[in-house]
């Protein structure tokens, strides 16, 4: 499409550009103007001839038939026109011309070899109508240089100097063949119809909104060595507030300092679109049939001087060039990252996604987005409805949060050259901060049951390097417990056949506290127990977040321990606990029971009067095994400043001496 409107601009350009004032109007006189513009384009290289010139004084109308225009290009661009006829022709500045009326009759435009696997590209329009046309008089420069980015750039800075109030092609068919390189197979092509094409209000580089009704295609090539054919209908394709002189920034290297934000599009909405891909009967892959109730995208920006275009497409080769090295390879990953650092969408939203496949339909209520600098605030999947070989699967939403998407480009290029470090690999971390998943139900093994995961939420975040210094986990989850598995056994002999977990876990550094705190800490194991607690270090250095492992441990030594708070509700573990002990030890459970107090009393026994707050904690935890449903609450302090290191390691070797730095306050209640 750019390339249609660039040939109609230039088309246009050639007809009237020639006009310097319309004091006199005299068939001589246009026909001179007319051939000079052309013998202007024939000057750079190109083709370019007409018929016959007519131009009646009294409407002012000028008609010029048979136009035919080709570019001297490595790839040429060819445009004929049966008849151009402008009408009302005026001049309402001194430097611009205008028409009241604008008609293309029977527009055909082709592309040889536009791309390494297209062989032509050609469109073809029977009518094309522009209304209160106005634009430069004069022939515009045309760009020294054929590269791709002196030609965007020419082309949106020339759209941008047309007005006119409306634009429009009622139909357009277009037709492209594949190339050998493709390797789509012989005669492999297609074709395309659109309808209902309109643009309106085009004024001062800006284009109030454009829309086409519909477009129908039609490709035809090999996979696997048997034909495929794919067709599709795109409808209601609508779009507002265009800026095209902000597209024309992308290309300008006067710009490649700017680094303001251009909106280049407020609103662009799509739908539905269906496609279907059906395989020759003898083919082995399935056939495909999908379709997408609605596409929106809003707030479309881009950054000039991040975005780097014009650098970007000088480093891709030309077609036929070697593979670029490494380091190249490397450049260039490097310079499609900037793009996407220069790239913002206020918000991304496809809705209605539904596909058929061997298992059976596959439906998807929407995928959300926004991306701003590079970077996706969050991606959202939701509604997703399918059947996997052990039965239907669904998920509520899935969605990654703060997703750098430049910057994994930037160290995928770093670390193409050589496997990072268990170091280097630690700067992946920074570029995601939370998944959540919530409504997942999807079948277990054979068994027919679900497991539901209600909510599992992970966030990361508040970086010290590339290493997180905030945590917080929370999950809801189901599943069925496995008579098969011995270890859930005891489950199964206690009338358990499914279980729920209840989770939320957060831990956050304080830096101007040197704190570190492990709160909330929640575990619900509905029917069987519930807990909660908290603890927290103190004096935790910067450094203890450190990727260097010896910079950490250096820094690990300096952790004092702080208070400690434990909290557990018994809810029918402790006699789950006794009903397998006495099963092992093939006992009645008040025996059990028992047993287990007299070892505790033991234990109790062994410390003696050595450390009172001890025994008051063993005491404490006899009567909570004693009476079903009590809840324990523990508290530790400690007595004085307590390195961390240190008490885990006389922990393992000495646990008395460990539990005597601290202060121990232990009670029950129901």
Known sequence: MKKILLGLIAVIVIAVGGFFGF?????????????????????????????????????????IADIATETGAQSPVSVKIASLTMTGLGQTEAARVSADKLEFSDVAIGVAGPSPTIASLTYKAPRITVKDYSAPAGLPQ???????????????????????????????????TFSAAAHAGDGAGGTFDYSGLAIENMKDGKIASSKTDKVAFRINSQAAGKPVKMTGDLANIAATDIDVGAMAAMFDPAKANDDRDYRVQGHVSVGPYVITVTP?????????????????????????????????????PPPGSAPPSPAQARELLEKV??????????????????????QGPLKLSSVRFNFEHGKIGELAVEGLDGRGPQGPIKVGRFALKSLDVANFMRLSAQFSAEKPSAEQALALF????????????????????????????????????????????????????????????????AGIDRMVVDADLGAAWTEASRSFA????????????????????????????????????????QIEASAIELTVHDLGVIDLAVAQYARSQNVGRDAARSAIL?????????????????????????????????????????????????????????????????????????
């Open 23 to 63: 004091d006199l109007y005299a068939q001589r006189r246009v026909t001179r103007e007319v051939e000079a513009a052309f013998e202007q384009v024939r000057a750079t290289g190109a083709k370019a001839s007409h018929g016959k010139i007519a131009f009646d004084v009294k409407s002012r109308t000028l008609t």
């Open 142 to 176: 045309l760009p020294a240089s054929s590269s791709i980015v002196e030609l965007y750039r020419f082309a949106f800075a020339q759209l941008a100097s047309i007005n006119a109030s409306s634009v429009t092609a009622p139909s357009l068919t277009g037709a492209l």
């Open 280 to 316: 020759d009967a003898v083919a082995a892959t399935p056939g495909l049939n999908m379709r997408i109730e609605g596409v929106t995208v809003d707030d479309v920006r881009i950054n000039p001087s991040r975005m780097q275009l014009p650098a970007l497409l000088a480093m891709i």
């Open 337 to 358: 990252a900037g793009l996407y650092s220069g790239a913002g969408i206020g918000n991304a939203e496809i809705r209605g996604l539904s596909v058929e496949t061997p």
């Open 430 to 493: 920074p570029l995601l901060e939370g998944i959540e998943l919530k409504g997942v139900a999807t079948p277990y093994k054979s068994t027919g049951k679900p497991v539901n995961i209600d909510v599992f939420s992970l966030d990361w975040g508040q970086f010290v390097g590339s290493i997180p210094s905030r945590l917080r986990l929370v999950a809801k989850l189901a599943a069925p417990v496995d008579a098969s598995d011995p270890r859930q056994q005891p489950l199964i002999a």
């Open 518 to 557: 492990l709160e909330p800490v929640k575990f619900d194991m509905a029917g069987l127990v519930k807990a909660s607690a908290k603890v927290s270090l103190g004096n935790v250095p910067r450094e203890a977040f450190s990727a260097n492992a010896a910079e950490t441990m250096g820094a690990a030594a």
């Open 598 to 670: 007299e070892t505790i009393k033991a234990q109790g026994d062994a410390i003696g009067g050595s450390n009172p707050d001890a025994t008051a904690l063993i005491t404490a935890i006899s009567r909570f095994i004693e009476t079903p449903g009590q809840t324990l609450v523990v508290k530790l302090t400690p007595r004085a400043k307590a390195p961390a290191l240190q008490l885990m390691q006389l922990l393992k070797i000495d646990p008395q001496s460990a539990l005597a730095q601290f202060r121990i306050e232990a009670s029950t209640g129901l």
